[in-house]
C-alpha cells in the first residue's frame, strides 16, 4: 500500500521538529515561572523568549501578548471580557467567535465569502454605544481572506475596535498586526506547527480586558494559572520555524491548484470562495453527487486524510455554516471537503488526492448507474 497522505493541516498541522525539541527540553526543567529562584527563572526565561517569538510572527509587541490555553480561549476573552454595548461578527467565524456572545449581529458575506463592507457600514452608521466588530484574517473552511484594513477603517470612522482572529493565517501569509491596526488578535500554537493546547490574545495596551479565569497573578492577572511552559516553549520554537519558512507556504499554491485543475479535468468541481483571495494552502471543493461523508471514508480507505465543512471539533459531518453564508445550497454544501497542506506536504501530494479524487468519481458514477438501471429494472418488472 502506498504512503498515506495528510492534507487536514487546517484542523492541526505536524508538530514541527524545533518545537518538538522545544516542548522536550522544558518538560525536563523543574520550575515554576512564578518562582524567584534560579529554576523558577529558567521557567520564566522559557515563557518570555517565546513571548517574543510569537509576537514577531505577527509583528506585535511582545508585551501585549497574553498567552491561553487555546485559540478558542483566546476568541472568548477578546469578546466576553471587553467592555462594548454591540457586537458584530461575520457570518463565517470559527463557532468560538459565533458562539462566545449571545448578543451578537451578523456581518453577511458575499457569494465569494468576503465580509459585505457595504453592510459593516450601515450596521455601525445605526449602532449607539460602544461596537465591538469581530472579523477573521482567513476562514478555516475555504482560506478565503478577508479585507482587515478595510474593515479597521471603517470601525475608526465610527469609534469601533476590531479584533481578529488571525489563527488559520498565521504561518501562512505574512501577518502584520501594526500595519494591520486591529485592537486584538487570536493566536493558536497547533495551526503553525506547534503543539495542540495553547493559544494567545494580543492586546492592544490602552484597552482593558477582563481576565476569564481568576485566581492567580499569571499573564499580568489576565490569565490565571500556572504557565504550560512546555506548550508555550513549543509555541515560540514553531513560530521562529514558521517566520522562517513562510515563502515556502506561498509555494503550496501550486499544488493547491494542481488539486483543482487535476479534479477539472475529471469533473466540473465547484471550488467553494474560488473568487476571492486565499490561504495558498487551503481548497474547499465539492465532488459533484457525492456527499461529503462518503468521500471522507472513501478518502480515509484510500489513506487519503481530508475533512469536511468545521467538523475538527465533532467529527460529524453537518452541513457548514460558512459555505450556507455564501448562499450554497444544501446539497452542494454537504457534497464540500476541505484539502489544506501544510509545511511537511511532499510534491506527490497533490496528485495522490487527485488520483484517490478520480477513483472515488468513478465508483460513485458506477454506483449511482446500477443503481438506476436496478430501479429500471424494478420498473418493468412492476
Ligand atoms: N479560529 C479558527 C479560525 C480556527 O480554525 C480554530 C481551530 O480550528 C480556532 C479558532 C480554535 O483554535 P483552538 O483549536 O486552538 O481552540
Not at 67 to 78: I, K, L, P, S
Amino acid at each position: 500500500m502506498s504512503k498515506s497522505v495528510y492534507l487536514d493541516h487546517n484542523a492541526t498541522t505536524s508538530l514541527r521538529p524545533q518545537a518538538a525539541m522545544a516542548v522536550t527540553e522544558a518538560l525536563g526543567m523543574t520550575g515554576n515561572a512564578s518562582s524567584v529562584h534560579r529554576n523558577g527563572r529558567l521557567a520564566r526565561r522559557a515563557i518570555e523568549n517565546a513571548r517574543d517569538a510569537v509576537a514577531q510572527l505577527v509583528g506585535a509587541n511582545p508585551n501585549d501578548l497574553i498567552f491561553t490555553g487555546c485559540g478558542t480561549e483566546a476568541n472568548n476573552m477578546a469578546l466576553r471580557g471587553l467592555a462594548y454595548e454591540n457586537l458584530f461578527v461575520s457570518a463565517v467565524e470559527h463557532p468560538s467567535v459565533l458562539s462566545a456572545a449571545e448578543q451578537r449581529q451578523i456581518i453577511p458575506v458575499d457569494a465569494a465569502g468576503v465580509v459585505d463592507l457595504a453592510r459593516l457600514k450601515e450596521m455601525l452608521s445605526a449602532a449607539s454605544g460602544r461596537t465591538l466588530i469581530s472579523v477573521m484574517l482567513a476562514n478555516n473552511e475555504t482560506g478565503v481572506i478577508q479585507p482587515i484594513k478595510a474593515v479597521v477603517e471603517l470601525a475608526r470612522g465610527h469609534g469601533a475596535l476590531v479584533h481578529c482572529d488571525a489563527i488559520q493565517a498565521a504561518g501562512k501569509i505574512p501577518v502584520d498586526m501594526a500595519a494591520l491596526a486591529v485592537d486584538l488578535m487570536s493566536l493558536s500554537a497547533h495551526k503553525i506547527g506547534g503543539p495542540q493546547g495553547v493559544g494567545a490574545l494580543i492586546v492592544r495596551p490602552e484597552l482593558s480586558v477582563a481576565p476569564l479565569l481568576r485566581g492567580g497573578g499569571q499573564e499580568r492577572r489576565l490569565r490565571a494559572g500556572t504557565e504550560n511552559v512546555a506548550g508555550i516553549a513549543g509555541f515560540g520554537a514553531a513560530a521562529l520555524a514558521a517566520q522562517a519558512e513562510l515563502e515556502r507556504m506561498a509555494e503550496l499554491a501550486r499544488w493547491r491548484d494542481a488539486v483543482i485543475e487535476g479534479v477539472r479535468k475529471i469533473a466540473d468541481a465547484p471550488v467553494f470562495g474560488e473568487s476571492a483571495g486565499r490561504l495558498p494552502n487551503t481548497v474547499c471543493l465539492a465532488m459533484p453527487g457525492v456527499s461529503a461523508e462518503t468521500q471522507l471514508m472513501a478518502f480515509d480507505l484510500a489513506g487519503v486524510s481530508v475533512s469536511s465543512g468545521s467538523a475538527c471539533s465533532s467529527g460529524k459531518v453537518e452541513a457548514s455554516h460558512v459555505l450556507a453564508a455564501m448562499g450554497v445550497d444544501e446539497e452542494a454544501a454537504l457534497g464540500a471537503i476541505r484539502v489544506s497542506f501544510g509545511w511537511n506536504s511532499e510534491a506527490g501530494d497533490a496528485a495522490r488526492f487527485v488520483e484517490a479524487w478520480g477513483a472515488i468519481f468513478a465508483k460513485s458514477g458506477a454506483r449511482s448507474a446500477a443503481l438506476a438501471s436496478a430501479g429500471s429494472t424494478r420498473a418493468m418488472a412492476g
